[in-house]
Each structure stands twice: as structure tokens, then as C-alpha cells.
């Protein structure tokens, strides 16, 4: 039986690959866990108390595009974190925000552009679920360096304008997984006069905006605001998986223009699964909620000067602006991460993983990328394990 041939050469998920690498092989110490961004913080305490009284909720097919409590929640985070107001036509409540940038492609990217197949752009690396969107809407992908050279953001303006001229969306990621890297108000200023010049819709995945060092990372609903861009060129992604250490509640949401969250809700009501009631009740409460994305914030500060002190004296160490993660050079991502295992028992994920081979070249192919999502005892453990290993 014949399978999409638009689909034949995807390499296999990041962690399927690891454990491919990693698993028949014994740990030389107790595991670490530093590969994939689960926050492991303390979730608000009150989700379990809303849980518990929404109950009832499960007996009813949830709300399609998001409860009114839910949406109002949504639209006054956005008012207090950004200072833009949307209303509920503007907004689209998401069973995580991976069925978001997903689902988005698939409803906003036409299947022809001037006259020729379209092209989806997407940093290199990259979250994995860009790719898939982009060839599940029968476009094709456009890994764009996203490297030290470049400020670890992708350069979209370097490209040929025959080039730009096809394509349909650029995703974007800020601030930046795996590198942490944080699109100034200029990077989104340029971005979106380009996003006009050659008629395009900007996706920008800013699921880890509320975890920073000290200045909140600007987004790009506000620079749109601010510039007076045409709302429909911008589509934004948040969740609380990050910001809220929810990772299993899978809610975040989607902001646009009217016309752009009109395509995604009919496409999710014909093909998506929206969130139980009682899951968008707790959703609700978590978004009106800053108390404990402070307490949150100051645990990955701490981790922060954590991998600062330990890392800090490596010329191969450059301190993340924001996000929970450690890109880390190295001679050979895959190799790194096997000697690693084998010597100290800590588990990272290599580069290579996350990129795509361009041109015969990964750009991730001499990094690993370390998460600190474990608690600081550990964390300061494993960052210790991983210098005296890899580094010393």
C-alpha cells in the first residue's frame, strides 16, 4: 500500500531517535532527565479545587471556539501582558498549541501562490510540528539558518524575492526554542513589512514569552498594533504549558484577524477536539491568575544563574536571554549526548534532532540542547555532570 510521498523523507521524532541512541546503552550514574521542556515546577494550587467543582462539565460536548469565560480570560492576559485588546472574533481557545500551529497551516496557507505551489518558511532548527503543517497543506518547507551568525533568529529577508514571492506563512518562534534567542520590536517591525511587501501571513509560536531573565520579551500583536499592520497578516500562538507548568491541561489559544480565526474554527469544527469544560474552567483561572507565573519566573531565574555559574567560564556557553533552555556547542551533538549517558547517567537531546540537513550542512549538528525543568538540586547536578564530562 502507497503512503504520501509528501511525507517519505521526514526523519523520525526527536525522541523516538533518542531513545534509539541512548537506550540500549547502561547509564554511568543515576538518570538525569534534561531533554524534553516539561516543566516540572509546582502547578497553581488552585487547579485542583476548579477542577474538582466543574465536574459536571464532562457530561457536555465543550464549546467549539473557547467558553465566554474562557475567551474573556484570554483577551484581558493579552490587555495586561501586551496592552492590545481583541475580542472573542479575534480569539480561538486550543487543545495545546501544537494542534494550533498544526491546524493553521492547513486552514490559512493557499494551495497555490502566483501561480505556483506554495512555500511555508521556518527557522532551522526548529519545533517539528512546522514541517508537518507546512506538507500536510501541500506546501513545502523552507529551512531558513536560524545560527549564531543570525542572532539565533532566521534571517527571512536574506532570501531571493522568487523565493518570498511563494510564500504563504513564515512560522516564527520567540522567543526561540532551542536557543532562547528573543525577537526585538525591530526584528517584528521588519518582519511584518516584509510579511506585507510579498503577501504573507506571519505565525509566531511565543509559547515561553513568560519565562525571561529580567525584560518581558515583546510580542507580536503589539508591535502589529503599534505599526498599524493589517491584523490578518498576524497569527499568535500561547499556552500555559510553559508559562503555568500545565503541560498536560494541552490549553493554550490562537489570536489573528477575524478573517484568519474564521478558517481555523470551521477547520476545528469539522476536524478538531476542543477542550473539556471543565479543563477551560481551570484554563480560565490560570490565565487571570500572575501570582504563581512569578513564583514560576523566579525558579528559571534562579536556574538561570545556576547554569551561569557552573557554564559560565566555557567559551561554548552563551547565557539564553528567555525560555528554559541551554543551546549548548559541541564537536558532535550525537556523539555528545551518548558519551554523556554512558559516563554520568544525564540525558540531553542532541541538535541535529531538532534541524534539518540543508545543503549537506544540520546547523544543529554541533549543539545539544539541555532543558531546566528539574528541580534546582538536580538541575545544579547534572549542569555539573555535563561541564566535567563534555567540557573539562
Known amino acids: ?52 467543582a466543574e465536574l459536571g462539565g464532562f457530561a457536555r460536548y465543550p464549546a467549539n471556539n473557547g467558553t465566554p469565560a474562557l475567551l474573556e480570560a484570554i483577551s484581558g492576559w493579552l490587555q495586561r501582558r ?86 504563504t506563512v513564515a512560522y516564527i518562534c520567540s522567543p526561540a526554542n532551542p536557543q532562547g534567542a528573543v525577537a526585538s520590536r525591530d526584528y517584528w517591525a521588519d518582519l511584518l513589512a516584509l510579511a506585507e511587501q510579498h503577501d504573507f501571513r506571519i505565525f509566531a509560536d511565543e509559547c515561553y514569552a513568560e519565562i525571561y531573565r529580567a525584560a518581558p520579551p515583546p510580542g507580536i500583536l503589539d508591535v502589529a498594533q503599534e505599526v498599524g499592520a493589517d491584523p ?85 556557553y552563551a547565557p539564553p536571554e528567555a525560555g528554559f533552555f541551554l543551546w549548548l556547542p559541541i564537536a558532535n551533538g550525537e556523539a555528545a549526548a551518548l558519551k554523556l549517558w554512558r559516563e554520568t547517567g544525564v540525558r540531553v537531546l542532541p541538535g541535529a534532532y531538532l534541524s534539518r540537513d540543508v545543503a549537506g550542512e544540520n546547523p544543529g549538528a554541533g549543539y545539544i540542547r539541555v532543558a531546566l525543568v528539574a528541580p534546582e538540586d538536580e538541575t545544579r547536578r547534572g549542569l555539573t555532570l555535563l561541564r566535567d564530562c563534555l567540557y573539562a
Open 1 to 52: 500500500m502507497a503512503f504520501p510521498e509528501r511525507f517519505s523523507n521526514l526523519p523520525e521524532y526527536a525522541f523516538p531517535r533518542l531513545r534509539a541512541l541512548l537506550d540500549h546503552h547502561q547509564p554511568g550514574g543515576d538518570p538525569i532527565a534534561m531533554t524534553i521542556g516539561e516543566p516540572r515546577h509546582p502547578m497553581p494550587p488552585f487547579v485542583g479545587d476548579i477542577l474538582a
Open 232 to 316: 490578518e497578516r498576524v497569527v499568535s500562538f500561547h499556552s500555559l504549558s510553559k508559562r503555568s507548568n500545565l503541560p498536560g491541561l494541552r490549553s493554550g489559544f490562537v489570536a489573528g484577524g477575524p478573517q484568519s480565526i474564521k478558517a481555523i474554527r470551521q477547520l476545528r469544527a469539522y476536524s478538531g477536539a476542543p477542550l473539556s469544560e471543565p479543563l477551560q474552567a481551570v484554563a480560565a483561572a490560570v490565565w487571570d491568575d500572575e501570582a504563581h507565573v512569578l513564583e514560576n519566573r523566579a525558579l528559571y531565574q534562579r536556574k538561570y544563574e545556576i547554569a551561569d555559574e557552573i557554564l559560565g567560564g566555557l567559551n561554548a
Open 82 to 167: 501586551y496592552g492590545v485588546t481583541l475580542g472573542e472574533e479575534r480569539l480561538m481557545a486550543l487543545n495545546g498549541t501544537r494542534e494550533g500551529l498544526f491546524n493553521a497551516a492547513i486552514a490559512l496557507s493557499p494551495e497555490m501562490k502566483n501561480g505556483k505551489p506554495p512555500l511555508i518558511l521556518m527557522p532551522n532548527p526548529f519545533y517539528q510540528v512546522y514541517a508537518i503543517g507546512a506538507l500536510t497543506a501541500g506546501a513545502e518547507p523552507v529551512f531558513v539558518p536560524a545560527t549564531a551568525a543570525t542572532g539565533h533568529l532566521p534571517d527571512f529577508k536574506s532570501l531571493p524575492a522568487e523565493v518570498l514571492e511563494r510564500v
